[in-house]
């Protein structure tokens, strides 16, 4: 089994060296890494040069993370496609776990993990505490793209939503799009709580950059509704905008609040 890992990177050196480091030391070895480098510089083809890996570094001008993972999606030759970031970093048996139940779970199509700080206390998303299989009830809380492991034949007809994440106007969202592509096909996937792949923790966000985040939010909602038809997650996505919307109307200086209800409310009307 190979695992193909396609990461875009953007304006870093140091962490994509952590990242390649991790493969480096991983006790399963039978993967390929493809960057798709968004830098005008060369920083990554110095980053790359150290390493005697199976690794392909493709040059791209236009910036968009959905984008770039598309191109990188184009060039894989693995049975298994991954999205690591350029800021995570694996554990030795990351890929060997993967591998492992892959091979012992055939019915299963796909894998999610957790996240944590190597450093400090936190996580770049929430987590749930227990193992347990995906759906429609749970997909925010059991997968962020980094963690999200699937068998490539379940990928020949996806292309990433390049309306989507990192670089676009709606600024989030494109992971939760991909593992609501997989259930409406009724593929089956488990997440383990226990499991994890280190990424920093979220910094505290400046109310734009929520509204970017909350954007995408309601974005992905307004697709999940009116391309896959999960008429269920209307009431998953009022259900998560009341508190906000609370918080809002009742204090009124908290301006991150009123920065989730606007962008949620914006990306639910304006995806199209």
Sequence with gaps: MKFSLVMATLGRDKEPALFL?????????NFELIIVDQNEDDRIDKVVSAYN??????????KGLSYNRNIGIKRVSGDIIAFPDDDCEYETDTLMKISEFFNKNLNYSFYTCNTKDKNKDGSVFNGLKNNCNINLFNFLNTGIS????IKKEELADFT?????????YFGSGEDSDMLLYL????LKGRYFANTFIFH???????????????????AMFKKAISVYRFYLLYFIYICRLIPYLLKSLFMPRNKIAQAVVKGRIKGFIEYN
């Design 21 to 29: 480091e991790s493969l480096k030391n991983q006790s399963y070895t």
């Design 53 to 62: 890996m199976d690794i392909t570094v493709i040059k791209s001008s236009i």
């Design 146 to 149: 980094f963690t999200i492991f």
């Design 160 to 168: 990433m939503d390049e309306k989507l994440g990192v670089g676009t």
């Design 183 to 186: 259930l409406k096909k009724k």
């Design 200 to 218: 920093p923790a979220k910094k505290e966000l400046l109310p734009q950059r929520v509204v970017t985040y909350s954007l995408g939010h309601g």
